[in-house]
Structure formats: structure tokens, C-alpha cells
């Protein structure tokens, strides 16, 4: 497994929980210094996210582009794969899929998260999931032609009413044969709503495509109460060889974060 951590360059998104949030030079510098083998970035779209030169930071750091989120098109503009109007649901998937080809350049998938939507008003959960499905779809397509797959992050109750159980989603994906789709399984989210870590994370076997390393209360892994030890033995189980990722509130300070990141890193899956 690889450890990597988030840079944020969403203004908006200022106070979300990522690590750092001063540009993208500062944070893979940072991330260099401490060790961390790759860098999950939030841009803004792919409009900003120029492909060469974001290859050029990266290696001037040695490091990896282990993700990139497609959040911003849900917090700066209100797209998401839910939307009741068919209009803007394919501008969230024009959004993301901008998305997947600037990413699949740089031999990295893009995640789907708040980006999803939810079932309300007069869209019934029905509606939802088939537009769910239908997104996912061309999207998990589009990522396939780059080698890559898409990240699909079941989220927890307060964020979404779609899929909160990763055993749930893993269903939702198989069942509608949605390829080149894994699961992002977010250990914050996983605390909240499944009763077993480990059962959810083994019954959903080579699904898992990727993993937030936070832990709770959303802080470091290490600053709650997360035991992630078994999680780490259930990856090792099911083969998993990806990254741990650190989306965190930069509490204490962005670089206290960084530090209790990879030294948990290092605790739990080098000792």
C-alpha cells in the first residue's frame, strides 16, 4: 500500500477537509519532505488543471497522482448525477468526464462523491439510482479508454440518501453492470455507518479501489478513536495494493496533519 495526502485548490472549499490548501507546488512540496508517496488533488475543473504541468510538479517532487476529485462540481456549481433536470445532469457528467480525460492523461482515476446527489423532492429513489447508474456508466466507460477507473465513494446519511454501506453499493454496481467503477470505501464514513469495518471492507474484496485514511472525527488517523489496525489486516486480505489517502482537517496545522498521516502510515502497515 502507498500512502498519499490532499491538496485542495477549491477556494470555496477552504474549510472542507483537506490537508493543504495553499497551492499545489507548497503542498507536494510538503509532501515530498515527509514521505508520502503520492498526492490526491481537488481542482476547481478540468479548465485549470493543465495535464503537463501538473506532470511536471509531480515529478519535480517524485511523486504520484494517486486520485483526483470531482467535487467542485457539486460546491462551486451545483452538478450533480441526481439533478431532476436532465440538462444539468449532463453537465455534472460533462463536468466529471472533463475530468476523467485530464486525469487519465497523468495514469490517475477521478472521484465521484458529493458529485452523486441524493434522491429528494419530486425525484424518488428509483429515478435516483437509475440516473445514478446511467452516470457511472458512461463515466466508468470513458475512464476505461484511459486505462483507468472511475471511484465511486458511498457517503455517509447526512450527506447522501443513496448508498451509505459499501456492501450496498458494491451490490448496486455489480447488479447494474456498471464496469470500470471501484469503490473509494472512506474510513470517516465507514465509522459512521457500518457495524463491522472489517467485514464491509472483505466482502467487498478487489470492488475497493481506494481508501481515505481518516479517521472518527475526520482528523489524522491517530487524533480519533478509528481502530485501523484490523482495517489494514482486512486490506492486506483482499489484496489490496492502493493508496491510503489522507482527506483530513488540517487540524492541528496542514503540516501536524501531514506528519500524523504518514506516521500512522508507517505504524500500521510497515510494523
Known amino acids: 500500500m502507498q500512502a498519499a495526502v490532499t491538496i485542495c485548490l477549491v477556494p470555496e472549499a477552504r474549510h472542507g477537509p483537506f490537508v493543504f490548501h495553499d497551492g499545489l507546488d507548497a503542498g507536494c512540496r510538503i509532501a515530498a519532505e515527509l514521505g508520502f508517496d503520492g498526492v490526491e488533488i481537488f481542482p476547481e475543473s478540468a479548465a485549470g488543471f493543465e495535464a503537463s504541468g501538473v506532470a511536471r510538479r509531480l515529478a519535480a517532487h517524485g511523486l504520484t497522482l494517486a486520485a483526483v476529485g470531482s467535487g467542485a462540481g457539486w460546491v462551486k456549481h451545483k452538478l ?6 436532465a440538462a444539468v445532469r449532463a453537465r455534472a457528467v460533462s463536468f466529471v468526464g472533463e475530468l476523467v480525460d485530464r486525469a487519465g492523461e497523468l495514469g490517475a482515476p477521478v472521484i465521484v462523491g458529493s458529485m ?37 465513494e458511498p457517503l455517509n446519511r447526512y450527506e447522501t440518501n443513496l448508498f451509505n454501506h ?13 464496469t470500470a467503477v471501484k469503490l473509494l470505501c472512506d474510513l470517516f ?24 485514511w481518516a479517521d472518527s472525527n475526520r ?53
Open 219 to 271: 482528523q489524522a488517523i491517530g487524533f480519533g478513536h478509528t481502530a485501523v489496525g484490523p482495517v489494514v489486516g482486512a486490506l492486506t486480505r483482499i489484496g489490496y495494493h492502493g493508496f491510503l489517502s489522507a482527506e483530513v482537517f488540517p487540524t492541528p496545522t496542514p503540516h501536524a496533519a501531514a506528519r500524523q498521516s504518514i506516521e500512522s502510515f508507517r505504524t500500521f502497515t510497515k510494523g
Open 80 to 85: 450533480h448525477l441526481c439533478h431532476p433536470e
Open 166 to 178: 459499501q456492501a450496498d453499493a458494491a451490490e448496486f454496481i455489480t447488479s447494474h453492470g456498471i
Open 116 to 152: 452523486q446527489g441524493r434522491s429528494e423532492g419530486a425525484v424518488t429513489r428509483e429515478e435516483a439510482i437509475a440516473w445514478l447508474a446511467e452516470g457511472l456508466h458512461a463515466l466508468g466507460d470513458q475512464a476505461a479508454r484511459h486505462g483507468q477507473v472511475l471511484l465511486y
Open 189 to 212: 464514513h465507514m465509522n459512521i455507518e457500518e457495524a463491522e469495518m472489517v467485514a464491509a471492507l472483505e466482502a467487498c474484496g478487489d470492488l475497493v479501489g481506494h481508501v481515505h
